[in-house]
T-cell receptor, first 112, second 115 residues
Framework: KNQVEQSPQSLIILEGKNCTLQ??????????LRWYKQDTGRGPVSLTI?????NTKSNGRYTATLDADTKQSSLHITASQLSDSASYIC???????????FGKGTLLTVNP | DAMVIQNPRYQVTQFGKPVTLSCSQT?????MYWYQQKSSQAPKLLFH???????NEADTPDNFQSRRPNTSFCFLDIRSPGLGDAAMYLC??????????????FGPGTRLTVL
């Protein structure tokens, strides 16, 4: 069964601090992995998308890593801002299929 | 800016009263999707259109229907909303179904409340 597990479930940090969110997947065949940011009451917005051959991809203060051997990904947020408070969702695409396997997300709260 | 637009952002309906949610896109993508997302849960795919071809997920209740009159617009019809249908409904689009063009772009969602 295709699954995406994220940890931690929730995280509270102080503004300006860094944090790392984790994603483990058991999806086959793997196509690509995306990290989305979803603000409360809004739709998901794509942060990064990574294919099998990519190890690292950055988007401003967001850096995603992918280890296709261990089937793990992480999202590192540098110098957090209050506006980073959101749910971060790891999504894996199966084969050349349209179907996405979603993680349940990590709810990040950045406090002043 | 090219985008996915959903209207209304918030919809309140009564138990059993039909309701229609709207999605439009300026991306000229071939594929449009409807997801249901309940609180603290992952989005659940209801169905998608590839051009005019409708594809229903096996576990989508018959209460949910969809229409795509043209490339730009797609509607979600809930024939008889129940209390359990209260959720965020997300519309998404992708250029294609498979391969490198299947990245999905999401709209802001419509929050449905059933009284």
């Amino acid at each position: 069964k295709n699954q995406v597990e994220q940890s931690p479930q929730s995280l509270i940090i102080l503004e300006g601090k860094n944090c790392t969110l984790q994603c483990n997947y058991t999806v086959s065949p793997f196509s690509n992995l995306r990290w989305y940011k979803q603000d409360t009451g809004r739709g998901p917005v794509s942060l990064t998308i990574m294919t099998f051959s990519e190890n690292t991809k950055s988007n401003g203060r967001y850096t995603a890593t992918l280890d296709a051997d261990t089937k793990q990904s992480s999202l590192h947020i540098t110098a957090s801002q209050l506006s980073d408070s959101a749910s971060y969702i790891c999504v894996v695409s199966v084969g050349s299929n349209y179907k996405l396997t979603f993680g349940k997300g990590t709810l990040l709260t950045v406090n002043p | 800016d090219a985008m996915v637009i959903q209207n209304p952002r918030y919809q309140v309906t009564q138990f059993g009263k039909p309701v229609t949610l709207s999605c439009s896109q300026t991306l000229n993508h071939n594929v449009m999707y409807w997801y249901q997302q309940k609180s603290s849960q992952a989005p659940k795919l209801l169905f998608h259109y590839y051009d005019k071809d409708f594809n229903n997920e096996a576990d989508t209740p018959d209460n949910f229907q969809s229409r795509r009159p043209n490339t730009s617009f797609c509607f979600l019809d809930i024939r008889s909303p129940g209390l359990g249908d209260a959720a965020m409904y997300l519309c998404a689009t992708s250029r294609d179904i498979a391969g490198g063009n299947n990245e999905q772009f999401f709209g802001p969602g419509t929050r449905l409340t059933v009284l």
